[in-house]
């Protein structure tokens, strides 16, 4: 289909709350699904939420077998999840680095949920209903956040945890630092 242009933080389209779906299985909805997917694959990210490309619904897609950005991380299956609700399942949390396509080049240390429950819709209004776990649940809060208009930075506790990746990781391909 399409790579689109992905809004950068300071662009007050990402601090809007997105809209819910309400029509699924049509024609314009897989088209803009596909083109989430190409950016995404273009931009080598892990996942995509439909507000950074100006698209104010509630939409986010993400996964991948292996991924330059986060090398360590285990896999996550590919997902299309629309309207979804995220159900808190324990209180342990977890601190790790966390990038963001809309926030290029730069990486910092947020705490996260460590186990979750989300429930939503596929793109042709199929219930999808998983719990999950480490650096799954981890991208599912990243990407949901953006349908709230909440961009990682907002999460970030200590500041001396955030930087330029290229400072931060010097090893880091130039290509992935976003």
Same mark, same amino acid.
């Given at each position: ?12 389209? *990402? !601090?809007?709350?997105?809209?819910? %779906?309400?029509?699924?299985? #049509?024609r +314009?909805?897989? &088209? ?16 995509l ?31 299309? *999840? !629309?309207?979804?609700?995220?159900? %808190?399942?324990?209180?342990? #949390?977890? +601190?790790?680095? &966390?990038?963001?396509?809309s ?17 939503g819709?596929d ?25 709230v ?30």
């Amino acid at each position: 289909m399409a790579v689109r242009e992905i809004l950068k933080m300071g662009d007050s389209r *990402l !601090l809007r709350k997105a809209e819910p %779906v309400q029509k699924f299985g #049509t024609r +314009e909805l897989d &088209e803009l699904i596909a083109d989430m997917f190409d950016t995404m694959h273009d931009a080598n990210g892990a996942g995509l939420a439909a507000p950074q490309i100006g698209v104010n619904l509630q939409i986010v897609i993400f996964g991948f077998k292996k991924t330059q950005r986060y090398p360590d991380a285990t896999p996550v299956p590919e997902t299309v *999840l !629309l309207n979804p609700v995220l159900t %808190v399942l324990s209180d342990e #949390t977890e +601190e790790d680095w &966390e990038g963001c396509l809309s926030v290029p080049g730069l990486r910092g240390v947020v705490s996260r949920h460590a186990h979750l429950r989300y429930q939503g819709f596929d793109q042709f209004g199929h219930v999808i209903d998983r719990e999950v776990d480490g650096f799954h649940a981890r991208v599912v809060q990243h990407e949901c956040d953006h349908l709230v208009g909440m961009l990682y930075p907002m999460r970030i506790t200590d500041f001396s945890c955030f930087g330029y990746a290229s400072v931060l990781f010097p090893d880091m391909d130039p290509n992935d630092d976003d």
